[in-house]
C-alpha cells in the first residue's frame, strides 16, 4: 500500500519504519528540513534501538522516503497517517494546531479518496475536528473528494519502540467507515497474524482508549509512588510489597516501580488533557488530579532527601548525577524527572556532575543556563570530589556498578537511589549509606 506519514518524529518516523519493513511503499514528511535532511544523509535524530537498522533496510530497498515536500507527501499516500505533535496547551488542554494544519494540507492538495488516520493523542472530538478541516478547504476549492478520518491511537513506549510497533498488544482503529475499516485492518494484517489482535470500534471511543490507557499507567505509578512515602515511614520495604502484591494476577507486576516520578513527552501531557477534559464537561477527575499533584511532589524527593541529609545550603557540595534521559534506551528528555532534580540542586548552590550514555547532548541544551552544571564522559569520571551519587534512570550500566570505586572516589559514600536499582543490605555490607525510595536508609 501507499502510506505517508505527517510529522517524522518518534511515532512518525516508527510507523513508517515499520510499514516499509512490511513491503508497504511509505514517505514520510516532516516540516524540520533538518531533520529530514539528516535522515536522507543516513542518520537517525533520535536514539531508538534498532530503528536505525529497520530504517536504512528500507530505504535502500526503495520503500521509505523522507521529504519536506508537502505536495508529493500528499499525493503519494492513500493512507495519510497525522503523527504530529500535541502538546499541552497553557490550560492544560492538548494543542492541536499542528493536526489541524496537517488537516487543512491535506484538504487543500488531494486529488483522490484518502484514508486520514489520527496517530496523534488527540482528544475525543478531535476526528470530527479533522473532518470539517479538510471539508472546509475541499469546499473552498470547490472539489467534491471522498474520504474517510479515522482513529489509530499508538501505544509503543521509547526505547522499546520497534518491538511494540511490530508485536502489538493490540491496534486500536476507531472508524465509522466500512471500506476504511478494511483498509486498515488489511495494513495491519502482517502485526497481527498470530491471533487478530485489531479491535475495531467508534472513533469516540479509540480516542478515549488512548488516554484512559495513559492515565491508567500514570495512576498506578503515583499511587506506589505515594505507598512508598508511606513505606518509608511506617519501615515497610516497598519492593517486596511490589512483589507481594504484583503475584495477584488482577494487579500484575507492570508499572509498579516506585521512583523519582514519572517522565517523558506523554504521561505528564496526557494526564494533564484529561483532567482538563474531565473539566471541560463538569465530570472533574478527582483521581486523576491527584495523580499529578503526586507526580510534581515526587520529583521533588530525592531533593528533599539530598537537603535532609546535607541541609538546605548545599553550597560549595557537588553531586555525581547518574541518568538523565526520561528513561533508560532514549535520549529523550521531555519532562525528565533529573531536570527538576538539577535545577533544584543548583538552585541551593550546589554544582552537578552529570552523565547519560545517550542523553548528554539534548540535556546540554536544555540545562546551558543553570548554573554548576556539567557533564562527563564517563560513569566514573563523575563521582570523583562529588558529595554523593545520585541515580536518577535505570540504565543497566548503572545496575551492577564498582561500589569500592563508589566509595573511595566519593567525597563520603553515600548513594540516592532514585530507582531503587540497589539493595539496602548490600549497600549496609558495604558501607556504603544509601537513600531508596520506599525502602527506610
Ligand atoms: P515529535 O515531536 O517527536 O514529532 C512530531 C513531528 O511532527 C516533528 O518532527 C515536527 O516537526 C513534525 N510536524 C509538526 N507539524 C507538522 C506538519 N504540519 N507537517 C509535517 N510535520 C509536522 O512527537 P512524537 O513523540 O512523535 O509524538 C507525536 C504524537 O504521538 C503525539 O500526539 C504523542 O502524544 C503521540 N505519541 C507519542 C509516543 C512517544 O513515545 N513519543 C507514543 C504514543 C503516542
Ligand atoms: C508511555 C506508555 O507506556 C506507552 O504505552 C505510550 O504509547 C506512551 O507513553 C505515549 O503515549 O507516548 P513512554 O512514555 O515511552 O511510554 O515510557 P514508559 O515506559 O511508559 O515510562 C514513562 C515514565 O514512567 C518514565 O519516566 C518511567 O521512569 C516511569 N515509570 C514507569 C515508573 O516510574 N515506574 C514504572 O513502574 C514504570
Given amino acids: 500500500m501507499k502510506v505517508t506519514t505527517i510529522g517524522t518524529g518518534y511515532v512518525g518516523l516508527v510507523t513508517g519504519a515499520c510499514l516499509a519493513e512490511m513491503g508497504n511503499h511509505v514517505v514520510c514528511l516532516d ?13 537517525i535524530p533520535i536514539h531508538e534501538p534498532g530503528l536505525d537498522a529497520v530504517v536504512s533496510r528500507n530505504v535502500a530497498a526503495g520503500r521509505l522516503q523522507f521529504t519536506t515536500d508537502v505536495d508529493a507527501a500528499i499525493s503519494h499516500g492513500t493512507i495519510l497517517f497525522i503523527a504530529v505533535g500535541t502538546p499541552p496547551g497553557e490550560d492544560g488542554s492538548a494543542d492541536l494546531q499542528y493536526v489541524l494544519s496537517a488537516a487543512r494540507s491535506i484538504g487543500q492538495r488531494m486529488t483522490d479518496y484518502k484514508v486520514v488516520v489520527d496517530k496523534s493523542t488527540v482528544p475525543v472530538g478531535t476526528a470530527d475536528r479533522v473532518r470539517a478541516a479538510i471539508d472546509a478547504e475541499l469546499a473552498q476549492r470547490g472539489t467534491p473528494i471522498g ?8 501505544f509503543l513506549k521509547e526505547g522499546a519502540a520497534i518491538e511494540d510497533f511490530m508485536k502489538p498488544d ?21 502485526f497481527t497474524r498470530s491471533h487478530d489482535r485489531l479491535m475495531v470500534m467508534d472513533v ?50 507492570q508499572f509498579l516501580y516506585a521512583g523519582a516520578g514519572y517522565g517523558g513527552s506523554c504521561f505528564p501531557k496526557d494526564v494533564k488533557a484529561l483532567v482538563r477534559t474531565g473539566r471541560e464537561h463538569d465530570q472533574p477527575l478527582h483521581v486523576l488530579n491527584a495523580v499529578e499533584e503526586a507526580n510534581e511532589r515526587q520529583k521533588r524527593v530525592l ?17 555525581a548525577l547518574w541518568g538523565l534521559a ?35 547532548s539534548e540535556a546540554a541544551k536544555l540545562l546551558s543556563h543553570v548554573p554548576g552544571v556539567s557533564f562527563c564522559e564517563r560513569a566514573d569520571h563523575a563521582l570523583a570530589n562529588s558529595d554523593a551519587l545520585i541515580v536518577i534512570t535505570e540504565w543497566k550500566e548503572f545496575r551492577t556498578p564498582d561500589f569500592d570505586r563508589i566509595k573511595s572516589e566519593l567525597n563520603q559514600a553515600v548513594v540516592f537511589d532514585g530507582r531503587n536499582l540497589y539493595e539496602p543490605a548490600t549497600m549496609k555490607l558495604l558501607g556504603i549509606e544509601h537513600h531508596a525510595i520506599g525502602r527506610g536508609t
Fill in 326 to 360: 526520561f528513561k533508560p534506551n532514549t535520549d529523550d528528555m521531555r519532562e525528565a524527572p533529573s531536570l527538576v532534580v538539577i535545577h533544584e540542586l543548583s538552585k541551593r548552590g550546589a554544582a552537578v556532575a552529570a552523565y547519560d550514555p545517550v542523553a548528554m
Fill in 147 to 154: 474520504f474517510s478520518v479515522v482513529s489509530n491511537p499508538e
Fill in 170 to 190: 493490540r491496534i486500536i482503529v476507531g472508524s465509522d467507515d466500512d471500506q476504511a475499516t478494511l483498509m486498515m485492518r488489511a495494513l495491519y494484517a502482517p
Fill in 303 to 319: 531533593v528533599d532527601k539530598v537537603v535532609a541529609r546535607f541541609g538546605e545550603d548545599l553550597s560549595g557540595k557537588r553531586f
Fill in 204 to 253: 469516540r471511543s479509540a480516542e478515549f482508549t488512548k488516554y484512559a490507557a495513559n492515565a491508567m499507567l500514570a495512576t498506578r505509578i503515583s499511587f506506589m509512588n505515594e505507598l512508598a512515602l508511606l513505606a518509608e515511614q511506617v519501615g515497610a520495604d516497598i519492593e517486596l510489597v511490589r512483589r507481594g502484591i504484583g503475584s495477584d494476577p488482577r494487579i500484575g507486576y
Fill in 31 to 43: 516540516v524540520n528540513a533538518e531533520k529530514i535532511k539528516m535522515l536522507n544523509d543516513g542518520g
